[in-house]
């Protein structure tokens, strides 16, 4: 598993950050750590504490680095020429909440240095397509997606009604990106009352542009040894459960 690191000028909001992200994505294995302030009550950054922080959060897979504005950019770039041993790190221009939730989420799926960066640096996609604006998503087009089904794969496929008050905002899509990651199979999602979508299940940014409110229907899709549980899982979210 990937490791992740907050920098921020406040220690107090670092602190908020990785709150909302571990209550939104509760029991993931994922270390978190960070390096803000100067103190509990001094604003600023330092670059040695960044360094300290990427060599506690690296468990061998690589870190990724989250920063909020200014000199957090340029402590994290002079942390890594302190590193000693030197180390595989990502600083990412993700903004920092969204972008920490949506690294945690694919961090905690399973997902490697370069997708967890990917994820986090799209993580606004959502809330453009909130207010009405087209997502533009990072590299969506650099290489054609593979095809989610075969001929001799079995498909399961269903439409959910979503009677959850939230709908599939952030804490109930967040915990069924989450849920999804610990089965074996491959979930596609869309909107069936929107039409927006398809996208797959194990990225949260993708599922949060699907805007999906209490009343929509949500069409499902899923191969693999568990793509029954699957669509059971997404059942059971949409209804609240």
């Known amino acids: 598993m990937i490791g992740l690191v907050v920098v921020s000028h406040s220690r107090a909001l ?6 909302l992200a571990t209550e939104l994505l509760p029991r993931q294995p994922i270390r978190i750590e960070v390096a803000a302030g100067l103190d509990e009550t001094t604003l600023g950054t330092d670059a040695v504490a960044v360094c300290e922080a990427i060599a506690a959060a690296d468990s061998g897979d690589g870190v990724l680095v989250l ?15 302190l590193l000693d041993p030197p180390r595989q790190v990502h600083l990412t221009a993700a903004p920092l ?11 905690g799926g399973g997902a490697d240095l370069r997708k967890s960066a990917h994820e986090a640096e799209q993580a606004l996609a959502a809330k453009r397509a909130q207010l009405g604006e087209t997502p533009t998503l990072a590299g969506e087009h650099d290489t054609p997606p593979p095809p989610t089904t075969t001929v001799s794969t079995p498909v399961t496929e269903e439409i959910v009604a979503v009677t959850n008050e939230q709908g599939l905002h952030a804490r109930p899509a967040a915990t069924l990106v989450s849920a999804l990651g610990d089965l074996d199979a491959q979930v596609e999602l869309r909107n069936a009352t929107t039409g927006a979508g398809p ?18 229907e949500l069409g499902v899709i899923a191969t693999g040894p568990d ?3 699957a669509i059971a899982l997404v059942r059971d979210l949409a209804s609240g459960h």
């Open 227 to 229: 793509a029954d549980a």
């Open 67 to 81: 920063m909020d504005l200014g000199s957090a950019v340029l402590s994290a770039e002079t942390a890594l020429d």
């Open 199 to 216: 996208v797959p299940g194990d990225s949260l940014t993708r599922v949060l542009t699907l805007g999906v409110l209490a009343g929509h």
């Open 14 to 19: 670092a602190r908020a950050a990785v709150s």
């Open 97 to 107: 909440v969204e972008g920490l939730v949506a690294a945690l989420a694919a961090a």
